[in-house]
């Protein structure tokens, strides 16, 4: 059982890691748009459906 | 103090935006009102129920110079008037984030920074959430099962131990927006101008479940007590951040066909003074020539002075094919250009474009709060404090059976109550089956329009320009006196020239026209003018006192007749013939498989009327009604019973639409019925009506649904919980699940419509 003492440590520095990786991929916008790349399989041309072509020209002034 | 739920903090809209300085801006967030005054919406990201909307309410109609505030809470969105020389945009601004809420103007995109930069803190939250409750339920799973396996009180405490360092991370960060907000909400009470206690908002129970929790939890760890809650502390915060980012992105989805703004391209090319430029689309001004590339946006409304292409038309009139429009057409923002380039001479800058203006009317109809959620509202403000006493009195009652118990009692009924899913349904549904109905081509101007509609039973139909549409054709005129058939024309065309009504599309305009003076309309039976110092009449048999019968009697007849002060003389007769509208036919059988009865209302003559009557399948009619006929008809209908819904475009039409349950306008009305409708058709067609009415049917169920779901959970919930028989991590599941319920039922109006119509 003595291991359990060994186990906790590691398990928060798993988890520090694993939120750290989360935080990353949130900040690099892997999470912007849930939608799309999964459209643009549907879509021969560039990977993006034209009928959004004017939606990605933002941000506006 | 801000409150935004996933703890960004910017500055106020006011400095942030500079909206003092610049006027354009103004001119762009706000809009022209009556006397003066000016409209504005603010988008509210973080209101998110009616007790936030009670609060915002109170600190805007406490400024001076502010008018009708009304508030959207389905939408977060704020709608009010103010007078701009006492009140300015930044005052109105500042007096919501002293309330505690973040005010954005609406002119703002899904792809804004600031909107994603929030977005992102509250995913961060959600993560952190998430992560730390899996780990504290493993330590919990190890505590529930060490129990039954004598566990030595050193690993017992080892386990609590571990369990609050994964929670006070979640509790400080994660659930930080919830503490926030029910801070501020709490510290109104004490503000000397007194915000009353209903404007407590549904944070603060949950603030207080969370803290009551925790507190326990970290004494029962230091003192060796019965029991902690780490595992119920750590999943309340995840689902609710989770119900909150899907009722967000759920209303983001609600809100994008509603900004009409971000449907245009940012940027345009423009052509000043032969100078080409490019520039923001906000910038343009009427007379800039616009080149539109194949495939792109149309960005503002004007005229086509260079090319021909196919358009595009379905965002403003729901008409699916595209059109064929050439030099000297009109083209419309937020049309497409499908398959050349144009050059478009602008006539409007942005904000008085067609498509701005029907936005602004839809709009206006989500602000106005139908009875049924004016009643979920006042039930809702009074929630919050009940559930407070009531959590209250369980923790005396069980301190009186069990004290033990007792903690466990009060936190579960903090947690399962739900007045956002009181507050929540109507809205929600009201706001789906609006979104639905404008995508049909079907625009609701008045709130009350969905809840009536749902309960109409007679619909009343005009004929001309009605039923009929299209351009009518001239098929003969038959001269009866002194002059030609070609005098007779160009007299009337020179008439007709002052009306819009359908008919006078049938006169085309002459080569060398004459001038009609002193031209006046008697609505629903003809036009007098004067032509060379000569009175003339121009109208229905009865109108120019004609008795004689009708040359072509299957035909609408007008004549044409010189008024020489006590008896007229006939000049002429002329026939026209009118064209039934495409989708009539499959309109009224809708309608009628719907188990609605229909009938024809309409100011000609008997035989005509009859024809399209024969043409529809013999649909009940009343011919040669004069505007106070219509109306004396539909107010014996009412009387009746009858929950009428009447649809007409002229302005003998105009006191009729007025009586009706629900009015109904189409597309080319004249603008007098447009405003007087309680809805606006955009197609060519009437099929938008047979689709509106079934639209609003399936919404009633809906609320009904809803309401009676928020009703009985409530019912059911609290009182278990009071008993103790729901232990608070079920009670949080509870709770989401109970909110998101109502959000996603409501969607269903906006899904449904996309599969089977399209």
């Given at each position: 059982?003595?291991?359990?003492?060994?186990?906790?440590?590691?398990?928060?520095?798993?988890?520090?890691?694993?939120?750290?990786?989360?935080?990353?991929?949130?900040?690099?916008?892997?999470?912007?748009?849930?939608?799309?790349?999964?459209?643009?399989?549907?879509?021969?041309d560039?990977?993006?459906?034209?009928?959004?072509?004017?939606?990605?020209?933002?941000?506006?002034? | 103090?801000?409150?935004?739920v996933?703890?960004?903090?910017?500055?106020?809209?006011?400095?942030?935006?500079?909206?003092e300085?610049?006027?354009?801006?103004?001119?762009?967030?706000?809009?022209?009102?009556?006397?003066?005054?000016?409209?504005?919406?603010?988008?509210?990201?973080?209101?998110?129920?009616?007790?936030c909307?009670?609060?915002?309410?109170?600190?805007?109609?406490?400024?001076?110079?502010?008018?009708?505030?009304?508030?959207?809470?389905?939408?977060?969105?704020?709608?009010?008037?103010?007078?701009?020389v006492?009140?300015?945009?930044?005052?109105?601004?500042?007096?919501?984030?002293?309330?505690?809420?973040?005010?954005?103007?609406?002119?703002?995109?899904?792809?804004?920074?600031?909107?994603?930069?929030?977005?992102?803190?509250?995913?961060?939250?959600?993560?952190?959430?998430?992560?730390?409750?899996?780990?504290?339920?493993?330590?919990?799973i190890?505590?529930?099962?060490?129990?039954?396996?004598?566990?030595?009180?050193?690993?017992?405490s080892?386990?609590?131990?571990?369990?609050?360092?994964?929670?006070?991370?979640?509790?400080?960060?994660?659930?930080?927006?919830?503490?926030?907000?029910?801070?501020?909400?709490?510290?109104?009470?004490?503000?000397?101008?007194?915000?009353?206690?209903?404007?407590?908002?549904?944070?603060?129970?949950?603030?207080?479940?969370?803290?009551?929790?925790?507190?326990?939890?970290?004494?029962?760890?230091?003192?060796?007590?019965?029991?902690?809650?780490?595992?119920?502390?750590?999943?309340?915060?995840?689902?609710?951040?989770?119900?909150?980012?899907?009722?967000?992105?759920?209303?983001l989805?609600?809100?994008?066909?509603?900004?009409?703004?971000a449907?245009?391209?940012?940027?345009?090319?423009?052509?000043?003074?032969?100078?080409?430029?490019?520039?923001?689309?906000?910038?343009?001004?009427?007379?800039?020539?616009?080149?539109?590339?194949?495939g792109?946006?149309?960005?503002?409304?004007?005229?086509?002075?260079?090319?021909?292409?196919?358009?595009?038309?379905?965002?403003?009139?729901?008409?699916?094919?595209?059109?064929?429009?050439?030099?000297?057409?009109?083209?419309?923002?937020?049309?497409v250009?499908?398959?050349?380039?144009?050059?478009?001479?602008?006539?409007?800058?942005?904000?008085?474009?067609?498509?701005?203006?029907?936005?602004?009317?839809?709009?206006?109809?989500?602000?106005?709060?139908?009875?049924?959620?004016?009643?979920?509202?006042?039930?809702?403000?009074?929630?919050?404090?009940?559930?407070?006493?009531?959590?209250l009195?369980?923790?005396?009652?069980?301190?009186?059976?069990?004290?033990?118990?007792?903690?466990?009692?009060?936190?579960?009924?903090?947690?399962?109550?739900?007045?956002?899913?009181?507050?929540?349904?109507?809205p929600?549904?009201?706001?789906?089956?609006?979104?639905?109905?404008?995508?049909?081509?079907?625009?609701?101007?008045?709130a009350?329009?969905?809840?009536?509609?749902?309960?109409v039973t007679?619909?009343?139909?005009?004929k001309?320009?009605?039923?009929?549409?299209?351009?009518?054709?001239?098929?003969?005129v038959?001269?009866?006196?002194?002059?030609?058939?070609?005098?007779?024309?160009?007299?009337?065309?020179?008439?007709?020239?002052?009306?819009?009504?359908?008919?006078?599309?049938?006169?085309?305009?002459?080569?060398?026209?004459?001038?009609?003076?002193?031209?006046?309309?008697h609505?629903?039976?003809?036009?007098?003018?004067?032509?060379?110092?000569?009175?003339?009449?121009?109208?229905?048999?009865?109108?120019?006192r004609?008795?004689?019968?009708?040359?072509?009697r299957?035909?609408?007849?007008?004549?044409?007749?010189?008024?020489?002060?006590?008896?007229?003389?006939?000049?002429?007769?002329?026939?026209?013939?009118?064209?039934?509208?495409?989708?009539?036919n499959?309109?009224?059988?809708?309608?009628?498989?719907?188990?609605i009865?229909?009938?024809?209302?309409?100011?000609?003559?008997?035989?005509?009327?009859?024809?399209?009557?024969?043409?529809?399948?013999?649909?009940?009619?009343?011919?040669?009604?004069?505007?106070?006929?219509?109306?004396?008809?539909?107010?014996?209908?009412?009387?009746?019973?009858?929950?009428?819904?009447?649809v007409?475009?002229?302005?003998?039409?105009?006191?009729?639409?007025?009586?009706?349950?629900?009015?109904?306008?189409?597309?080319?009305?004249?603008?007098?019925?447009?405003?007087?409708?309680?809805?606006?058709?955009?197609?060519?067609?009437?099929?938008?009506?047979?689709?509106?009415?079934?639209?609003?049917?399936?919404?009633?169920?809906?609320v009904?649904?809803?309401?009676?779901?928020?009703?009985?959970?409530?019912v059911?919930?609290?009182?278990?919980?009071?008993?103790?028989?729901?232990?608070?991590?079920?009670?949080?599941i509870?709770?989401?699940a109970?909110?998101?319920?109502?959000?996603?039922?409501?969607?269903?109006?906006?899904?449904?419509?996309?599969?089977?119509?399209?």
């Amino acid at each position: 059982m003595e291991v359990i003492l060994l186990l906790l440590p590691v398990s928060v520095v798993i988890i520090a890691i694993a939120i750290a990786v989360f935080v990353w991929a949130v900040d690099n916008g892997q999470y912007e748009d849930t939608d799309r790349q999964g459209d643009a399989a549907l879509f021969d041309d560039l990977g993006q459906p034209p009928s959004r072509s004017n939606e990605t020209q933002q941000p506006r002034a | 103090m801000n409150t935004v739920v996933s703890g960004v903090k910017p500055a106020p809209v006011g400095t942030r935006l500079g909206l003092e300085d610049e006027r354009s801006l103004v001119d762009l967030v706000t809009r022209e009102a009556s006397d003066g005054h000016r409209e504005l919406t603010l988008d509210v990201p973080d209101m998110r129920c009616a007790s936030c909307a009670a609060r915002i309410e109170q600190h805007l109609s406490a400024l001076r110079g502010v008018g009708r505030v009304r508030i959207n809470p389905a939408r977060q969105q704020v709608l009010l008037t103010y007078d701009p020389v006492r009140l300015t945009l930044s005052a109105i601004t500042d007096a919501v984030t002293d309330a505690g809420y973040t005010p954005v103007p609406t002119t703002r995109t899904n792809d804004d920074p600031e909107l994603a930069a929030e977005r992102r803190t509250h995913l961060k939250r959600l993560g952190v959430a998430g992560i730390g409750m899996m780990q504290v339920m493993m330590f919990s799973i190890a505590l529930y099962a060490g129990a039954g396996q004598d566990m030595t009180p050193f690993y017992e405490s080892l386990m609590r131990w571990v369990a609050l360092a994964f929670t006070t991370p979640v509790l400080l960060y994660s659930a930080a927006p919830f503490f926030r907000n029910a801070l501020s909400s709490a510290a109104g009470l004490f503000r000397p101008r007194g915000v009353r206690l209903v404007g407590l908002t549904m944070d603060v129970p949950v603030a207080l479940a969370l803290a009551i929790a925790y507190g326990a939890s970290v004494v029962a760890t230091v003192s060796g007590g019965d029991h902690v809650y780490f595992d119920s502390v750590t999943m309340f915060t995840f689902l609710l951040l989770t119900a909150r980012l899907l009722e967000q992105s759920t209303r983001l989805k609600l809100a994008r066909y509603d900004n009409w703004l971000a449907m245009l391209p940012a940027h345009v090319d423009l052509e000043r003074n032969d100078h080409p430029e490019r520039l923001p689309v906000t910038a343009i001004r009427p007379g800039d020539r616009v080149r539109v590339a194949a495939g792109a946006r149309v960005p503002i409304d004007g005229w086509i002075i260079e090319g021909a292409s196919d358009v595009d038309e379905s965002p403003l009139t729901g008409e699916t094919r595209p059109l064929p429009r050439g030099v000297g057409d009109r083209v419309f923002a937020g049309t497409v250009n499908t398959n050349q380039a144009l050059v478009v001479e602008a006539n409007t800058n942005i904000v008085d474009t067609r498509m701005a203006a029907i936005h602004r009317l839809a709009q206006r109809a989500t602000f106005d709060k139908p009875p049924t959620v004016q009643l979920a509202d006042s039930i809702a403000r009074y929630f919050v404090l009940g559930v407070i006493t009531l959590s209250l009195v369980t923790y005396l009652a069980w301190q009186w059976f069990d004290p033990g118990s007792a903690l466990a009692a009060t936190i579960a009924v903090l947690v399962v109550s739900c007045p956002c899913a009181l507050s929540l349904a109507t809205p929600a549904a009201i706001t789906a089956a609006a979104t639905a109905l404008r995508r049909a081509g079907f625009v609701a101007t008045r709130a009350h329009v969905i809840e009536r509609l749902a309960k109409v039973t007679h619909v009343v139909f005009d004929k001309t320009g009605t039923l009929t549409g299209g351009k009518p054709e001239l098929v003969a005129v038959e001269p009866v006196g002194a002059l030609s058939a070609k005098a007779c024309e160009r007299i009337a065309v020179a008439l007709e020239q002052h009306t819009d009504h359908p008919l006078s599309q049938a006169f085309a305009a002459a080569d060398a026209p004459l001038v009609a003076s002193t031209v006046r309309i008697h609505d629903g039976r003809g036009i007098t003018g004067v032509i060379d110092g000569v009175a003339y009449r121009l109208g229905s048999a009865e109108f120019c006192r004609i008795a004689r019968p009708a040359r072509h009697r299957d035909h609408t007849t007008i004549y044409l007749a010189e008024d020489s002060g006590d008896r007229c003389i006939p000049l002429a007769e002329f026939s026209i013939r009118l064209w039934l509208r495409d989708d009539a036919n499959a309109t009224l059988a809708a309608i009628r498989r719907l188990g609605i009865s229909a009938e024809i209302l309409s100011g000609d003559s008997m035989a005509p009327t009859a024809e399209i009557s024969v043409a529809l399948d013999d649909l009940p009619y009343g011919a040669g009604c004069s505007p106070e006929a219509k109306l004396a008809h539909i107010q014996a209908l009412t009387r009746k019973g009858e929950a009428v819904a009447m649809v007409g475009d002229g302005i003998n039409d105009v006191p009729g639409l007025a009586a009706a349950t629900v009015s109904i306008a189409p597309a080319d009305s004249t603008d007098l019925a447009k405003t007087t409708s309680d809805a606006i058709l955009l197609g060519r067609g009437l099929g938008a009506i047979a689709r509106a009415i079934e639209v609003a049917r399936r919404t009633r169920a809906i609320v009904k649904q809803n309401v009676m779901w928020a009703l009985i959970y409530n019912v059911a919930a609290i009182p278990l919980a009071a008993a103790g028989l729901v232990p608070p991590w079920l009670a949080a599941i509870g709770m989401s699940a109970s909110s998101l319920g109502v959000t996603l039922n409501a969607m269903r109006l906006t899904r449904n419509e996309a599969t089977t119509w399209k």
